[in-house]
């Protein structure tokens, strides 16, 4: 979503005559657009500012305006500005469509300027994505926001409410998009499955047990050659999604199904609204479907009130799903949460202890996938010239596994077959068959 937010963010100034430039001691505008999911992302920013600040400071001329954006301006405002004078202007996650005013603003000399208002009401998809990382892939956001408030998160603060867009207009942009050469779109959201536009406008034509369901076969339906979709959550991930899989060659054999914890008592601690059975269930379908899904999921190891018990009844799980990859992290109050108020007890020692188990169990799940591919040909959207090996392409299989192989930059953006020959860490590698 960040992804998404700055590639919106550059469009938009692009539009407004500014040029992108990746020198920073050449701009004369920076923009810092912050994560607050994990406590290291508020670390990393303040960090970032001292940086800019001191290479400011060796300038001959004015300095830059420095601007902050995304989860952290929202949830701090103006007391961002109290921790470093440096920052001219605090932007929130629904004011990024104002960012070129920000900017005038801090040009005309108003000093800690700070926009933390609603969303412009019209979606303005002409600035979605003319500045995307990449040609060929496009994130497309459904969904902005979240209503769940699990106990540990801050993202319904930080993002506020879901808001669907219209079905008719992502249609449309998609349509827009495979013209522009875009091989493969992401369908983002915080909770991509608790799509619930305000009408069925687009989606008529479609069958399906949700509106989102509906909206795979919509898009499927635009012909775009991949589509993936993140993030599911659980107790909206209805089982139609996986026959809407089954019928579209181009919806993709990936699905991102968080579980947090094995530990049912838990899950409630966490107030995520779903059983570790009706978990299973899910999974069970993702499992039997003749696509052979990628699947993959986060995991929060030592909540409050974890016991070891608990932490087995995730091993349990994960030794169940054999997950082809799994974000896991220790688990850090956030303030403002209501996990924050809860007692932080079970100690840092043991979170390493159980995280290590927990890595390692994974890890064991991931080798036999991996060595599952060898000899065998897949599909690779060719999206770049490898960082390490300038006569290497790098890109993904319709699974979401990064394969690197020989060839030419002239590859790139078409779907190569691949034949893999290696596995290391977490890249396949091959040669074009
Ligand atoms: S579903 Fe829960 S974890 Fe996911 S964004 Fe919403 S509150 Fe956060």
Redesign the pocket.
């Known amino acids: 979503m960040n992804v998404s937010d700055s590639e919106r963010v550059a469009t938009l100034l692009v539009a407004d005559g500014f040029e992108i430039t990746r020198n920073e001691s050449a701009a004369d505008v920076v923009l810092l657009n912050t994560c607050s999911?994990r406590e290291k992302a508020e670390h990393k920013l303040f960090t970032r500012v001292g940086q800019i600040n001191k290479s400011a400071a060796d300038r001959t001329e004015k300095k830059p305006v420095l601007g902050i954006l995304g989860c952290v301006a929202q949830l701090e405002g103006e007391t961002l500005f109290g921790k470093s004078p440096a920052i001219d202007f605090v932007l929130g996650t629904k004011a990024v469509g104002r960012v070129s005013q920000a900017i005038d603003n801090a040009f005309a000399g108003e000093k800690y300027y700070t926009d933390l208002g609603e969303r412009d009401e019209i979606y303005d998809w002409t600035v979605a994505e003319a500045q995307r990382n990449s040609p060929y892939i496009a994130f497309v956001p459904i969904i902005e926001g979240?209503?769940?408030?699990?106990t540990?998160?801050?993202?319904?603060f930080s993002?506020g409410r879901e808001k669907s867009l219209p079905a008719s207009e992502i249609v449309r942009h998609l349509l827009k998009l495979r013209g522009e050469g875009v091989k493969e779109v992401h369908l983002i959201g915080?909770?991509v499955n608790?799509y619930r536009p305000k009408t069925d406008d687009g989606l008529e034509a479609f069958r399906g047990a949700t509106q989102f369901s509906r909206l795979l076969r919509a898009v499927a339906a635009t012909g775009i050659e991949r589509i993936k979709f993140t993030?599911s959550?659980p107790r909206d991930f209805h089982p139609d999604i996986v026959e809407a899989i089954n019928e579209h060659e181009n919806l993709c054999n990936w699905v991102h199904l968080?579980v947090?914890s094995g530990s049912n008592r838990i899950l409630k601690l966490?107030?995520?609204g779903h059983t570790i059975e009706n978990y299973l269930e899910r999974i069970d379908k993702i499992k039997n479907s003749p696509r052979c899904i990628s699947l993959t999921t986060?995991i929060i190891v030592g909540f409050p009130g974890e016991t070891e018990g608990d932490f087995q009844a995730t091993l349990d799980l994960a030794e169940y799903c054999k997950f082809n990859f799994a974000y896991y992290f220790k688990y850090s109050p956030r303030p403002g949460t209501p996990a924050f108020e809860m007692s932080d007890n079970v100690s840092s020692e043991e979170k390493t202890e159980r995280f290590l188990r927990l890595d390692k169990l994974i890890r064991s799940h991931q080798q036999p996938v991996f060595r599952n591919y060898l000899n065998k040909t897949v599909d690779v959207l060719a999206e770049k010239v490898s960082e390490k090996n300038p006569n290497q392409i790098s890109g993904h299989t319709t699974c979401q596994m990064v394969v690197n192989f020989e060839g030419a930059a002239d590859l790139l953006g078409k779907i190569i077959k691949v034949k893999i020959l290696e596995s290391k860490a977490n890249t396949l590698y091959g040669k074009i068959s």
């Open positions: 999911v979240c209503n769940k408030f699990c540990y998160c801050i993202v319904p993002r915080q909770n608790s993030t959550f968080p947090q966490m107030r995520r986060d």
